[in-house]
């Protein structure tokens, strides 16, 4: 590729002149994202710090309030901790457990040598499922009354749970559903346990290593990279958890009907709630939209902390994939 | 199977106890693993099977605790289509698929050879923001963006808010055709450029066709997240059943048809169903895209 060469002394006009093509065509192939990280990006962001100080309902000029949105949603606001407490539930349950389950999984796919393709796919399939659809699938699936789940359950005589309608199992139930799509991290890990040289697993061998000894001395150490990834994506989807938390709440809730019907999100009491139904139960049911602004940015701090920590080590996380 | 199978009878000559043990170890390992593979398998397909049964039994049936349907009511899946709406529903939902799959890809593109292959200044900072972006909650800029669709543009109770702006590149698809394009040998552009390309040449006669699973992958990718979307939906068309999606469309579907399992499961398979059908056609390349990236879309 040419290069923008750093300024050097003996520059003609020939060369400015060249540097300055070079930095059009640049400006050009960028433009789009220019533009779109301007417009989509840099502006509401800012224009999220403004309205976070504002009280605005949507009507008539957004006014100051100082720092009371702030207090309003740390202090008074009802969903704000229990939204928090179940992210933090499901970052240190729900990606523990989807990351241990694809790493099984992947290290399962590796071990399969009959029908390898077919049972690639089957396991892969639910990953695809629209996050909408799966959730009412699971929604029927382990409906206490009549679904198919507790109905085998009760059938060879084990206790049925409510699952989406008792507060206690709604979080398990969705770990259910995120661990019935592990799609994407089975691939993840299959690709990076093929990756591990063979040589290392026979030296292991001669030395007489047990199956978890070549597990934990061979295997591990070579995908750990790949491990810290699937964790680190991991939390940062956590605080995207949007669509299927709400779903579920609604489905088992039975309010659920069409456009402009109040759904307090949470159902069952509060243990479905995350942080992005906050943003929405602010800011599109309650037209609170500075107290919205506060929880964006809250949410904000934390997938950029998150990130931090993927970008850090560059070469070895968000490269890893590569 | 039949390999496993086969090795008891070749042994019939006496073998030593110690290879005996081992052989015996390699069956039992095979009948381990692939059992456990069974299971597996269960797990991941029964909830598409039971749905599947129920999407096609009375309404009475599904309410029951019966899992195999006693008449087979295929008529269930006519009833969905007669849905007012469900027909708006799919058109909206492959407007909003199809345009912005091509808007992105074509806006991506550019911005992920220069990330790629251009040397300028701010080029890592560019591709951090990238990156932070890709990882940022769509909530986040949410309550600006909706003032300045609805408030400023009037274009609220429309999809348009969600596919103009794929116009203008989306971080993920940049992110995973950057790194894509990386792995092209810079030989490929030099030689181009003794040719006397210029880079728009370059890119479009040399890098493209070099890059076409890549291209796939971003393509198929963002195809499934306007398919899947539900949030952005839900704050732009929901005042207007007429520009609903299917991802949205279904939860209120769930609403009307309350009791109505068998219903609901019929248009809940009506949804996965494309998308199923889609990845066996493009397998490779979305497998690909994981793989990549490692990120989902």
């Known amino acids: ?322 | 199977m039949t390999q496993v199978l086969a090795k008891p009878v070749e042994s019939k000559a006496p073998a030593s106890p110690a290879e005996r043990t081992a052989r015996r170890r390699a069956v039992l390992e095979w009948v381990g693993i692939h059992s456990l593979g069974v299971a597996a398998a269960l797990f991941f397909t029964l909830p598409f099977v039971f749905v599947f049964l129920t999407s096609l039994m009375s309404g009475s049936q599904a309410l029951s605790r019966d899992l195999v349907p006693r008449t087979w009511e295929w008529g269930n899946y006519a009833a969905v289509f007669d849905t007012p709406g469900f027909l708006t529903w799919w058109r909206n939902t492959l407007l909003y698929a199809g345009a912005g799959t091509v808007l992105t890809v074509v806006s991506s593109i550019p911005v992920a050879y220069a990330l790629a292959k251009f040397r300028f200044r701010g080029r890592d900072l560019s591709l951090m923001l990238v990156i932070s972006m890709m990882m940022l909650p769509p909530q986040v800029v949410v309550i600006p963006m909706y003032l300045f669709w609805a408030k400023q543009l009037d274009l609220s109770g429309t999809l348009w808010p969600l596919i103009i702006p794929m116009a203008f590149g989306d971080a993920f698809s940049i992110f995973l055709l950057r790194q894509f394009l990386t792995t092209i040998p810079n030989e490929y552009l030099d030689a181009a450029r003794v040719d006397g390309c210029g880079d728009l040449r370059t890119l479009l006669r040399v890098v493209l066709p070099m890059a076409k699973p890549g291209i796939a992958a971003v393509a198929l990718f963002q195809f499934f997240y306007a398919w899947n979307d539900y949030f952005g939906p839900q704050i732009y068309a929901s005042e207007n059943p007429g520009a609903w999606t299917l991802s949205y469309g279904l939860e209120s579907f769930k609403g009307a048809h309350h009791t109505d399992w068998n219903l609901t499961m019929a248009a809940t398979v009506l949804v996965m169903a494309p998308v199923i059908l889609v990845f066996f056609f493009a397998q490779k390349a979305f497998v690909e895209g994981v793989t990549l990236t490692g990120v989902k879309g």
């Open chain 1, 1 to 322: 590729m040419s290069t923008v060469t750093p300024a050097s002394k003996g520059r003609s006009a020939g060369l400015a002149a060249k540097q300055r093509r070079q930095a059009l065509r640049t400006a050009a192939f960028m433009s789009p994202w220019l533009i779109g990280f301007a417009v989509f990006f840099a502006y509401p962001l800012i224009s999220t710090v403004y309205f976070s100080f504002m009280h605005y309902d949507g009507f008539g000029t957004p006014t100051w309030t100082g720092t009371r949105n702030w207090t309003y949603v740390f202090e008074n606001y009802p969903l704000f901790w229990p939204a928090l407490r179940n992210t933090l539930w499901l970052v240190l349950i729900m990606v523990t457990l989807r990351v241990l389950f694809g790493l099984g999984i992947g290290l399962l796919i590796t071990k399969i040598k009959t029908g390898t393709g077919v049972f690639r796919t089957l396991f892969y399939l639910p990953y695809l499922a629209p996050p909408v659809a799966a959730t009412m699938a699971f929604a029927f699936l382990l409906n206490p009354g009549t679904g198919p789940v507790n109905s085998i359950l009760e059938g060879i005589g084990v206790p049925a749970p409510g699952w989406f309608n008792d507060p206690s199992w709604s979080k398990p139930a969705l770990t259910l559903l995120a661990l019935w799509g592990i799609g994407d991290l089975m691939v993840i890990f299959m690709a990076a346990l093929l990756d591990v040289p063979r040589e290392q697993y026979e030296a292991a061998e001669l030395d007489g290593a047990s199956a978890w000894q070549r597990f934990r001395f061979v295997t591990l150490p070579n995908i750990s990279p790949i491990v810290m990834f699937a964790v680190v994506t991991g939390v940062i989807q956590t605080m995207q958890y949007y669509a299927q938390p709400l779903i579920a709440g609604k489905v088992a809730s039975g309010v659920i009907q069409g456009a402009g019907t109040q759904f307090e999100p949470g159902y069952p009491d509060k243990s479905t709630l995350t942080l992005p139904q906050l943003v929405y139960n602010l800011g599109f049911q309650r037209f609170d939209y500075g107290s919205a602004c506060v929880v964006a940015l809250v949410l904000f701090a934390l997938s950029m902390a998150f990130t931090g920590l993927l970008m850090r080590r560059r070469g070895g996380l968000i490269q890893a994939g590569d």
